[in-house]
């Protein structure tokens, strides 16, 4: 039996695995230190029970278990806590956990509940074992197949008749997100926030697109339903992803034929779409992004710098600025210096040459001709307009 045990204290963890490992030698322990490392095991191994820390960073071990319920329907959870509040006690039974343990957990309560546990899946292995492995390759294969079929690549031999039987008219749902990193995690939080949700509003699956996008398919017995979907689709992922992300969905679709290009028109439509995003956490990115750019304007001042500074793709950083400033980052930077210069203008000491480089333009002339752009006039003729004549 494989067990996995996830606790950010490596004392906690490995002491739960001393003892499983002294009572149950016959039985394989799998350490994780969060969710992002329980998930992979999960995904690679038979884990049969799972005892979860509540509180991680990133995700709680409550937040684990629900995401994880769909895939992994049959593993046992056991949620162990250093916080006796009952309102976690509650939720972790609404999850469908097994047992609730206090920290420190003693050795023997801990070897009872293993013991129980196992004598539990092991009646359950022999009644549904052989058909929960039909199941699941049938899922694999159809998503396999269904992925494949989405990028015009060929499906092979395999007939799709019983697939568009099943699903006789069907919309599509894409998630994409954006990131310059890899984006394991939140591609599991996807995939199992959007299959719960198809199945609540009627049948479909969902398939890994690419790296970075997942696609759903859904059958709904009201097609209206589909904006209802999305809109709670969004709301779970603004909650649980630190990523950007899009939503994109289709009309409904009556011919199997035309999902490879209805997938294409998705993925361009996507180039102009908007990110979602975490409000707080973009906002502070932008707080960060116009403070930096306050005090660097006179620098060599570039979009994608700036973004490295707030740690954002360009391209999402682009998109938000200017949803939350109003104006694009390249506008922004080019007013924030001429303001500048004007005031320097006041000084005749100063030669235009040295106003220009005080606010980063290197080029006097370039400059002259972005400032006369701005103002219809050049900085001598703003000079000469703001020094009073002398008499």
């Known amino acids: 039996m494989d067990i996995l045990i996830v606790d950010d204290e490596t004392v906690i963890r490995e002491g739960i695995q001393r003892t499983l490992l002294n009572r149950f030698p016959e039985h394989r322990v799998h350490l994780a230190a969060n969710a992002e490392q329980a998930i ?105 197949v269904f992925q494949r079929f989405t990028q015009g690549l060929d499906t092979g031999r395999i007939d799709m008749k019983p697939f568009m039987e099943q699903h006789p008219h069907f919309n599509l749902i894409m998630v994409k997100m954006e990131s310059d990193k890899p984006v394991f995690l939140e591609n599991f939080i996807i995939e199992n926030v959007l299959q719960e949700l198809i199945e609540r509003y009627g049948k479909g699956f969902v398939t890994v697109h690419d790296s970075k996008s997942l696609l759903g398919i859904v059958t709904l017995p009201d097609a209206a339903q589909l904006t209802a979907l999305v809109d709670e689709l969004r709301s779970h992922l603004v909650k649980y992803l630190k990523v950007p992300f899009q939503i994109m969905s289709s009309d409904q679709i009556n011919r199997f034929e035309a999902v490879p290009a209805e997938v294409q028109r998705m993925r361009q439509a996507s180039t102009t779409q908007v990110y979602e995003h975490h409000a707080s956490g973009s906002d502070r990115s932008i707080d960060v992004a116009l403070q930096y750019i306050r005090t660097h304007y ?17 391209v999402y950083f682009s998109q938000l600025f200017k949803q939350k400033i109003g104006q694009g980052f390249k506008e922004y930077v080019t007013h924030l210096r001429l303001e500048q210069a004007k005031q320097l203008l006041m000084n005749p000491k100063l030669k235009l040459a040295d106003v220009a480089d005080r606010i980063g333009y290197q080029d006097m002339r370039h400059f002259s001709q972005v400032f006369r752009k701005k103002y219809g006039v050049t900085p001598s003729e703003y000079r000469q307009e703001q020094t009073p004549s002398s008499v």
């Open 298 to 314: 006179h620098d060599d001042l570039s979009l994608e710098k700036v973004a490295a500074i707030v740690y954002l793709n360009p």
């Open 40 to 144: 992979a095991l999960l995904r690679s191994h038979r884990i049969q029970i799972v005892l979860t820390d509540i509180l991680m960073p990133g995700m709680t071990g409550l937040e684990l278990m629900n995401m994880s319920r769909s895939r992994h329907p049959n593993v046992k959870w056991v949620v162990i806590s250093a916080y006796s509040e009952f309102s976690y006690a509650q939720e972790a039974v609404r999850l469908g956990a097994k047992d609730y343990l206090l920290k420190p957990i003693g050795k023997e309560v801990l070897s009872e509940m293993i013991r129980k546990l196992g004598e539990e899946i092991a009646h359950e292995t022999e009644l549904n074992e052989e058909s929960e492995l039909l199941k699941a390759n049938r899922k694999y294969l159809q998503e396999a």
